[in-house]
C-alpha cells in the first residue's frame, strides 16, 4: 500500500506506523512560515522486510509523485531507534544498524509530476554478522527549494528497512505493563500496555496475532503495531465497563512458544453524573413530599381550628 505525505507546515517525526514526515531546518520559528503547497509524495511498500534467503537480492521501491511539479528527491540511510510511541528517532549511530548494508540507485532523482520512479536497494550481509535483525530508514527527501520565507521545510518519507540475518529466530516480547485509570466516573477508559522485545527479530501484532482485552465491558481492539529487536513500545486502546464496578480488565497475548501473557489493572467505575442526578432527584422528592405533607398538616389544622371557633346566635 502506498503512502502519501501532503505537507503544509512543520511536522515533527518519522513514526513507526510508516506515517509521513516534515524534516525542518531554518532560522527562527517565529518568522512566517512558508505558503502551502500541493506536496504529495507515496512510496510502496512502506517498509522492507528482508528475510535470511533474500540477503543478497535486490528489491525494488516505488516512488511516486502525486503533485502537479517536478520534485528533486534524494534517498538517505538513517540510523533509528524505536520509541515507546511508536516513532523512530534518528541518530548517528544505532545498535543493530544496517546501514552499511545497503545500496540505492539511483540516490537522486527529479521526479516529474504524477511519474514513477522505481529504486533499487542492494544488501550485501558481512560475514559472521551477529544473527537476527539489523535495521536502517531510507528517507526519500525533498530539500526545501528556494523562498522568501524564513523558514524552509525539507520534506520526505521515512521507510524502515528490516534484514534479518540466519541463526536462532526469536521474536519473544513481554508485556511489562498494564495502565489505566485507577477510578473512572463513566465513558471510554484508556488503557495502555507496555510491550518489550526480548528477542531476536522485530515482532508484528497485526491480523491473527493482537493483544486482546478480556473481562467485564467491552474494548475496541488495539491498533496493529511492531515492536522492534532491544525496543519497548507502548499501545492504547479504549474500554467500555460497566456502569458500576470494581473491575480488573485483563490483557493477554500467546507468545511465538505458546506462553500466554497476561497483565491486568484495577479500576473502579461509579457514574458520578449519574449518581448526582439520582441523589438529586431523591432530594427533591424528598423535598416535594415534605411540602405536600406539611400544607396537609396545614390544611387539617385550619379545619380544626375551624370547627372549635364558637358559633354566634341571632337576637331572641
Known amino acids: 500500500m502506498a503512502m502519501k505525505l501532503k505537507v503544509a507546515a512543520l511536522a515533527s517525526c518519522v513514526a513507526f506506523s510508516f506515517c509521513s514526515v516534515a524534516l525542518s531546518s531554518g532560522s527562527a520559528a517565529s518568522a512566517a512560515a512558508p505558503p502551502a503547497t500541493d506536496f504529495s509524495l507515496s ?171 478480556t473481562g467485564p465491558g467491552t474494548a475496541a481492539p488495539f491498533p496493529d503495531f511492531t515492536v522492534m529487536r532491544g525496543s519497548s513500545r507502548d499501545v492504547t486502546t479504549t474500554w467500555k465497563p460497566p456502569l458500576f464496578c470494581i473491575c480488573h480488565p485483563k490483557v493477554s497475548f500467546v507468545d511465538a512458544d505458546g506462553t500466554v501473557h497476561t497483565a491486568t489493572v484495577q479500576v473502579i467505575v461509579v457514574p458520578v453524573k449519574l449518581v448526582v442526578i439520582v441523589v438529586g432527584g431523591v432530594i427533591l422528592l424528598a423535598l416535594a413530599v415534605w411540602l405536600l405533607r406539611r400544607r396537609y398538616h396545614a390544611h387539617v389544622t385550619r379545619a380544626a381550628l375551624a370547627l372549635q371557633a364558637p358559633v354566634s346566635g341571632g337576637d331572641a
Open 43 to 213: 512510496i510502496s511498500p512502506t517498509r522492507l522486510v528482508i528475510g535470511p534467503d533474500d540477503a543478497g537480492t535486490m528489491q525494488q521501491m516505488k516512488v511516486i509523485n502525486g503533485s502537479s511539479s517536478p520534485e528533486h528527491v534524494t534517498v538517505q540511510k538513517r540510523n533509528f531507534v524505536g520509541q515507546a510511541d511508536g516513532t523512530l528517532k534518528f541518530q548517528p549511530t544505532a545498535r543493530y544498524s544496517a546501514s552499511d548494508w545497503l545500496t540505492v540507485a539511483p540516490s537522486d532523482f527529479v521526479l516529474a509530476p504524477g511519474t514513477t520512479q522505481i529504486v533499487t536497494v542492494g544488501i550485501a550481509v558481512p560475514a559472521a554478522p551477529e544473527p537476527g535483525d539489523h535495521q536502517v530508514a531510507l528517507v526519500f527527501l525533498v530539500p526545501a527549494g528556494e523562498t522568501e520565507a524564513n523558514i524552509k521545510i525539507n520534506r520526505g518519507i521515512g521507510s524502515p528497512v528490516f534484514v534479518t540475518v540466519k541463526g536462532p529466530v526469536d521474536d519473544s516480547t513481554s508485556l511489562d505493563h498494564l495502565a489505566a485509570p485507577g477510578f473512572s466516573s463513566g465513558g471510554d477508559v484508556a488503557i495502555t500496555a507496555s510491550m518489550h522485545n526480548t528477542g531476536t527479530v522485530h515482532r508484528d501484532f497485526r491480523g491473527a496475532t493482537p493483544l486482546r482485552v
